[in-house]
């Protein structure tokens, strides 16, 4: 199964939980970013915990290891369940991450490599096949790689094996659905579902690729 994550980043509180009610029943997550908690704080996720929903920050934290335990613990502390962070502070940085989530019985996932266009600036000629390998031995739980090449995507697959692999770049930023599915865990997809006249609707019409994955 290929599960469908909403990346929810209007900066209103009642936009915020209008669109994700509207949206729950046809996604598996939501992904929180900065936008929406520099609006409206960490306490927007025990109302948006209400849905029954996985929660994801997606802060891509990036800093030394206490910093990075600090910010995981009130992250954990707040209600969610996984957190993002970046791989090039290095291994202890991110080591930092994954206990805590793994204290608090959560999940840390590693930038990997990133889906718009600059992304391909630093993140490739190697790195990002050596920050996944990392992964495997710091006990982290996946990776973030791009929905908008699928071929990295793939070959990112290969050195990471049955770790979980979350795809953004679906939707405002060109990435086909269909492309990335088998390749992955979950697609994260944002303005294309909380731009939307009906996010309901915009969210269900990715049900297809919800079943994809076995």
């Given at each position: 199964m ?6 929810l980043?209007?900066t209103?509180r009642?936009e915020?939980?209008r ?5 729950a029943?046809?996604?598996?997550a939501i992904?929180v970013?900065?936008p929406l908690?520099l ?8 109302e948006?915990a209400t849905l029954?929903?996985p929660?994801i920050?997606?802060?891509?934290v990036?800093d030394i290891?206490?910093?990075n335990r600090l910010i995981?613990?009130?992250v954990?502390h ?6 993002i ?6 291994r202890d940085s991110?080591?930092?991450?994954v206990q805590?989530?793994h ?7 590693v930038v990997?490599e990133?889906?718009h266009p600059?992304?391909?600036e630093?993140f ?5 096949e050596k920050?996944?390998?990392?992964v495997?031995?710091?006990g ?11 071929e990295?995507t793939r070959?990112?697959?290969e050195i990471?094996g ?5 795809s ?5 930023q060109?990435?086909?659905p ?9 697609i ?5 579902i909380y ?6 609707s915009a969210?269900?019409?990715?049900a297809?690729?919800?079943g994809n994955?076995?």
């Open positions: 290929t599960d469908l994550i909403l990346a980043d209007p209103s009642a915020a939980i669109i994700a009610s509207a949206a029943p046809h996604i598996d992904k970013g900065y908690i609006a409206e704080g960490l306490g927007i996720a025990k948006l029954g929903l929660l920050a997606d802060f891509k990036a290891p206490n910093t995981a613990e009130q954990f707040a209600g969610f369940s996984a957190i962070c970046h791989g090039f502070p290095g991110v080591e930092a991450c805590v989530a204290a608090h019985g959560g999940e840390c996932l990997a990133m889906s600059g992304g391909a630093f490739q000629n190697g790195i990002a920050i996944a390998r990392m495997l031995t710091t982290a739980d996946g990776i973030i790689a791009p929905a908008t090449r699928p990295r070959m990112l697959r990471i049955s770790k979980k692999i979350l953004p770049g679906v939707g405002a060109g990435g086909d269909q492309a990335i599915a088998e390749l992955v865990d979950g994260i997809v944002g303005r294309a731009e939307a006249d009906d996010p309901a969210a269900a019409g990715y297809d690729i919800r994955r076995t």
